[in-house]
């Protein structure tokens, strides 16, 4: 597997664009869309909370039907969620619009908004929008890159990868990008996330490989424990790379697997490092678990810690918020067999063992705090299964942009 | 029912004292004992967290055992939690000097600790401090007062209520103190909350009113959802009002079982409005929900959500966040059907119904969201079940207390 330049234009066939529409920000774009010349074959996951954002609703009727896609559409600024038939509306009328100018029918067409709950759409801007993307679409990386700057909200940084693997003697691409700050604790999959390959392979596998990969990716990430209305993830396969199309559960899908995995975690693991305000990644590794599930929600459980987030911020070793964090899981464990240590910049500390803290170095726990990437590793002793969760630090900055986010 | 002044002292035949033992800070009182002159039917629940400290195993099985209890002795600074069998030790070392100095068998004494999680008690210092503590013992308000005050940790107010009931002819009171303001989402109950009363009172029925009430007031606050390794809530009930014994559920017991309702949710409410760096309390009201758990969960989601609370530090009315917490609660129900309004000073104000925002004035919303006691009031519309939580904003100096803790 070669990781490549690009995102979501770095496979065959996919072009992007991006304009300032003028829906929320000034100068700057706030609109991308994502276009295969070939329809393709879609797969998607979306949040979990009961309360779907109109867009939502629109893509998961698509992308669980029997059309083939051909666009997406995103906006940022508004997330066209609470907004009732209204809202439902605005969708199609998007997808029209993008429909016919791009001589597919709507059903082709997803559409994704990303902003601030509860208010209407501006569609006549919308509409305008939708028709300079189609207008000046085009290939080649940086499209891409522009297409992934249009989408951030909070975000401070755009978030795209892609990588190449060879199937059947033909090179196969994968590449994304996404989007994701705050209200961050998905579900099902993140905020918003488009991901396109040229692979030939059939709706059902994609679908399959979609869902189970999202469970160790995107679902393991949470910047604040909110999860979104918004929550989106879709991956779109147009068959261009010429490969035997995958059918079966092969060592082609698997090889395939590889590739979606590595972009769906690098994808998930730039929206944490980037959760608003941050200035850390926090990555909690939890190993020899009795059972995957355990694994899972013991990792969690420490990366939505309020308080394990705000002591990483300050750099303070305060391991008790830890294994307290562990403790309210819910999951049953025998805290006298934990084995807990801080990772960072090539160094480890080990906190707590055999019941107790260690006499660690207090200065040099602090010198690990103090790394852009830090890792809580813990070893349960129970069993073999491991996971990983991926957060940030809370800091002053996210309570600074969340305390004033629509004014 | 009379509210009155003081709190664990205010029923007859209890004592208080408090003292500067130097367990973490300078110049200021860090332990406290509360006495009762005639041995005590207590009942007590505790922490749910699966990592408990030394002294809720120590408390716990007093409490559920036989043993009457005499004495509380309070310590502030080290919660003694992940301190293995050294610190089980040290809570049978300081029941055991407590019980020497005031004739009775360690038994008949509970321990409590407070503060940083990891560290082991300064027993030397702990156990002098339990001999001062024996021999300043005094009745009256301003002893309870002081215990109160001695039990703080990150609190910045001091925390008691009391009232008084009449029981067959005979004036029975209850008063309690409590601590908490980080670390704090009771699963069980609270931080650390000693209530005193003079009823008479079996055992079983004291346990009985105990748990059910837990559920509808400690239960129902969260200042950052983390369920520490230390809450404690304990009754002591010395039958020195001289009412008879209530042995049966009758009109007896729910005069009492008042009382003490309005003890513990007054000292709930103290807790929340006290929460780390918090501006303001922030009530969550749900109403006509189809079951009372429904109720629970949907208001307990709004409680514990960042994005409304920094939104609440920030007096910024973005109610989609409200909706959205409703919608991850994991409960059923119809967005559409939902009425959601602010309500604080005496004014309140429609943000949502009928399935979209109303045009309410921001002007007016902000004039809400800027008192000291914010209410969310929501309607779903589905039943007649109701439920209230209580939790705080999360501010700047959430952050700051929290990123800087232990140093």
Known sequence: MNIIEGGVTAAKGFKASSCAAGIKYEGRPDMAMVWSEEPCVSAGVYTSNLVKAACVLWDKKLTSGSSKISAVVVNAGIANACTGEQGLAFCEETAKAVGEAMNVSEENVLVASTGVIGKQLPIEKIVNGAGVLCATLEGGISAGTAASKAIMTTDTVNKEVAVSVEIGGHTVTVGGMCKGSGMIHPNMCTMLGFITTDCAIEKNLLRKALSELVTDTFNMV??????????????????????PVIDKENEDYETFKKALFFVMETLAKKIA????????LLTVKVVNAKTKAQAKT??????????????VYGHDANWGRILCAFGYSGEVFDPDKVTLSFIGGGEEVILFENGTGTDFSEEKATHILSNKEVTVLADFHMGTESATAWGCDLTHEYVSINADYRS
Chains 1, 2 share one sequence.
């Open 273 to 280: 490092a980037d959760g608003e305000g941050a200035t850390a």
């Open 298 to 311: 013991l990792a969690k459980s420490v990366i939505c810690s309020n308080l394990t987030k705000a002591a």
């Open 222 to 243: 949470s910047v604040d424990g909110d999860t979104s209305t918004n929550d989106t993830l879709v991956v779109l396969a147009n068959a261009l790379a010429g490969n």
